[in-house]
């Protein structure tokens, strides 16, 4: 994300208590939204927005079956996509036949995603990747989730790696980060 969003769009699907929401509003975004199925944790969110004086619009809502409106400069979508999916293992889902319905579903949120995200905008996924082997973690290829967004519409996606406040999640191969851009 840059260091300044000022004017910029912002949609956090999955907004939890609104952490990322925050953070962007902080540095210049509006109109900053955020989505989640937790009604709790959207009052929470709500109420710190308030208390920080930020303009910040929250909605409960289930992604993908309630598709949010507008488009948007970023879309971030934070461990969100593998809830829709039985196989939680997205290396398995993007590889193996016998998952062709999650392949299908996972398709689907990448075109939502797409149709949200604005002209030159970006939309930031981050996904966790479940292991049923460690030895698993050797084989994925991350490029396979790049070409799918591609397929989806974005003009180029590419994978950023994993959380640099968590090294595990690096040596694991784990909760990677991709940025699509359209």
């Not at 208590?17 to 929470?44: H, N």
């Not at 488009?71 to 979508?77: F, N, W």
């Not at 989730?145 to 191969?173: C, D, I, M, T």
Request: include cysteine; hydrophobic fraction near 40%; aromatic fraction near 10%.
């Amino acid at each position: 994300m840059p260091s300044n969003l000022q004017g910029k769009s912002v949609i956090d699907i999955g907004c939890s208590e609104g952490f990322f929401c925050r953070q962007c509003a902080k540095i210049g975004a509006g109109p900053v939204a955020g989505v989640d199925t937790s009604l709790s944790r959207l009052l929470c969110a709500s109420f710190i927005a308030l208390q920080e004086g930020l303009n910040i619009r929250y909605r409960m809502g289930v992604f993908p079956a309630q598709k949010p409106s507008g488009r948007y400069d970023y879309v971030l979508c934070l461990s969100v996509l593998h809830h829709s999916l039985v196989k939680k293992d997205v290396w398995k889902v993007l590889t193996l036949d016998e998952f062709a319905d999650d392949l299908r579903v996972l398709r689907d949120q990448f075109q939502i995603l797409r149709s949200l995200t604005a002209e030159k905008g970006r939309c930031v996924i981050e996904m966790p990747y479940e292991y049923d082997d460690p030895a698993e973690r050797q084989e994925v290829d991350f490029e396979r989730f790049n070409a799918e967004l591609k397929k989806a519409g974005f003009a180029r996606a590419h994978r950023v790696g994993s959380w640099e406040y968590k090294p595990k999640f690096q040596k694991q191969k784990d909760r990677i980060i991709y940025v699509a851009e359209a």
